[in-house]
């Protein structure tokens, strides 16, 4: 059966398309928010993030915390401001796919509540790496200092 256009996906893409730049600064700041949000939990809790980074093995787990809230500061204020969108993106994948693979192994904890955690965790952070791939091959639209820069 094939897809036949029809009024209401002609309406949808021509939204999509009017609106490309204003939603490409939503998904933006929607895929920043995660950082921003863990930055705020570990300046606000930093014992308890190093207490984290310490049960998962982290070598010297202050330095750890401390490179890791300074890298969702930069990350979520080159996604939010859109200046270096796109080196953002890499480094949002970048930073992603290292802690999933760090501390979200859910394979590696008993069945129950907490792989089914951690499980959620690795899901979510596998639609993070998707985004940061989109916000990589769109850049930052219009609504960004990018734009700013090169006009």
Request: without cysteine.
């Amino acid at each position: 059966m094939a897809f036949r256009s029809s009024k209401l996906t002609s309406r949808i893409d021509a939204f999509a398309t009017g609106s490309a730049d204003l939603l490409i600064l939503i998904g933006r700041i929607m895929l920043a928010w995660v950082f921003v949000g863990s930055a705020y939990g570990a300046l606000t809790n930093f014992s308890g993030s190093v207490g984290y980074f310490r049960s998962l093995n982290v070598p010297v787990p202050q330095l750890f915390t401390i490179i890791t809230v300074t890298l969702e500061i930069l990350m979520s204020a080159g996604l939010i401001l859109g200046i270096g969108t796109r080196y953002s993106a890499i480094l949002v994948f970048l930073f992603v796919l290292s802690a999933t693979a760090i501390a979200h192994r859910y394979w590696e904890y008993p069945a129950g509540p907490q792989q089914i955690g951690q499980y959620n965790n690795f899901l979510k952070n596998i639609s993070i790496l998707g985004g940061a791939l989109l916000i990589l091959v769109t850049g930052g639209g219009r609504f960004s200092l990018d734009r700013r820069l090169v006009d």
